[in-house]
Structures are given as structure tokens and as C-alpha cells.
């Protein structure tokens, strides 16, 4: 059964650079044809998909935030991550990493990112 | 960016209707959309994708329908489980790949 989980500092100073990483088990990054992506929740609101890589390297980033993101992945340790440049309150958020093709059928349990001085 | 609009926002039903969820993208996505279900504090869980296929392991209770432009979810009788926020997605047209803004099924 794959397993996907995220981990990384819960809180964040303004300004700075947010970064969490998501470990996957129970599959291989490297074997398989899916994507792997990042996804946020602010607390109470609706989701807004990051962007997403795939085990070439290939990366692709919602626009509205394509400038402060990059997500890379370390297959040697099945592991892929999110960094997020200088944050605001804006950012606070539970984020998710997902494994996705035509629908993002396995998810993190998501982890509260607060950014906050 | 493509957007996609949910109707309802909020709906209020009780055990055993029949409710239908509407999703609208702004521009074609053939059947690249795919329906979640988020309970308080955790994470979304796909119940359908490719508009209408159902995610194993998902009740037949609930359906998927449209292409193009539009989508539908439908419960056909819900249950005390199912009372959660609704979510569509396309994949179609990236980046981004836009969600709805949700649809919060509450217990009348």
C-alpha cells in the first residue's frame, strides 16, 4: 500500500523560505509513470494545487506562485520536496503531497505550515 | 487558468436524498475531472475520476457525470457518512491544475 508523508517545520518566520519534504514508501518514485505533487489547504479555505514533478526532473508550478516555488526529487531516497521563498501570513497552510495521473489517488496526511514571527 | 465553479456552495440535505453537485470549467476539459470528499481534518479521497469512474472501493451510491464544460456528482441516497466538503478537480490543462471551491454538505 503506498504511503505518503510529509515532514518539515511547523512554523515559519516571515520572509523566509518554507520547505517540507515528502517520503514515500510502499512504491518506488523512480519505477513508477506518476506524478508527484504539492497541494495547500489555508486553514478553513478551499485547495490550490502548487505544482508537481515527475521522476525525469520535469517540473511544472501553478503560475500564481512560480516564482517562489521549486519541488525536486531525490530518487535515491524516494523522496521529493517542496521549498517556498519568502513567505507571508498568505502562505499559512496544511500542505499535502499527492501522488497524481488522471486524478490524485494517494495523499499525505498534510502538516500544518503556520508562518508567523 | 482554467476555473472551475461548484454549485452549490453550501446544501443542506437529509439521510436518504438524492443530491447533485455541479461543477463548471471555464473553458472545455474533456473528461479530465475528478471529484474528492474531505472530512474535517484529513485529506481529500477520490471518488471519482475521468468524470465518471468510480474509485475502488468508493459506494455505488455515488456517480459521476458530463464532459466538456460540465460536470456532475450525484449521491443517490445519502448516508450519515457522506456529510463532508466536495471537491472537483481538471487535469486537463495545466498549470495549475485548478480545484473548485468546494461544496459543503451539511445534515438538514
Known amino acids: 500500500q503506498l504511503q505518503l508523508q510529509e515532514s518539515g517545520p511547523g512554523l515559519v518566520k516571515p520572509s523566509e523560505t518554507l520547505s517540507l519534504t515528502c517520503t514515500v514508501s510502499?512504491?518506488?518514485?523512480?519505477?513508477?509513470?506518476?506524478?508527484w505533487g504539492w497541494i495547500r489547504q489555508p486553514p478553513g479555505k478551499g485547495l490550490e494545487w502548487i505544482g508537481s514533478?515527475?521522476?525525469?526532473?520535469?517540473?511544472d508550478y501553478n503560475p500564481s506562485l512560480k516564482n517562489r516555488v521549486t519541488i525536486s526529487v531525490d530518487t535515491s531516497k524516494n523522496q521529493f520536496s517542496l521549498n517556498l521563498s519568502s513567505v507571508t501570513a498568505a502562505d499559512t497552510a496544511v500542505y499535502y503531497c499527492?501522488?497524481?495521473?488522471?486524478?490524485?489517488?494517494?495523499w499525505g496526511q498534510g502538516t500544518l505550515v503556520t508562518v508567523s514571527s | 487558468d482554467i476555473q472551475l465553479t461548484q454549485s452549490p456552495s453550501f446544501l443542506s440535505a437529509s439521510i436518504g436524498d438524492r443530491v447533485t453537485i455541479t461543477c463548471r470549467a471555464s473553458?472545455?476539459?474533456?473528461?479530465?475531472l475528478a471529484w474528492y470528499q474531505q472530512k474535517p481534518g484529513r485529506a481529500p479521497k477520490v471518488l471519482i475520476y475521468?468524470?465518471?469512474t468510480l474509485q475502488s472501493g468508493v459506494p455505488s451510491r455515488f456517480s459521476g457525470s458530463g464532459s466538456g464544460t460540465e460536470f456532475t456528482l450525484t449521491i443517490s441516497s445519502l448516508q450519515p457518512e457522506d456529510f463532508a466538503t466536495y471537491y472537483c478537480?481538471?487535469?486537463?490543462?495545466?498549470?495549475?491544475?485548478?480545484f473548485g471551491q468546494g461544496t459543503k454538505l451539511e445534515i438538514k
Open positions: 475521468a468524470a465518471s
Open positions: 473553458q472545455g476539459i474533456s473528461s479530465y
Open positions: 499527492a501522488r497524481h495521473a488522471v486524478a490524485s489517488h494517494y
Open positions: 510502499g512504491g518506488s518514485i523512480s519505477s513508477s509513470s506518476y506524478y
Open positions: 478537480q481538471q487535469l486537463n490543462s495545466f498549470p495549475p491544475y485548478t
Open positions: 514533478i515527475y521522476k525525469s526532473g520535469s517540473t
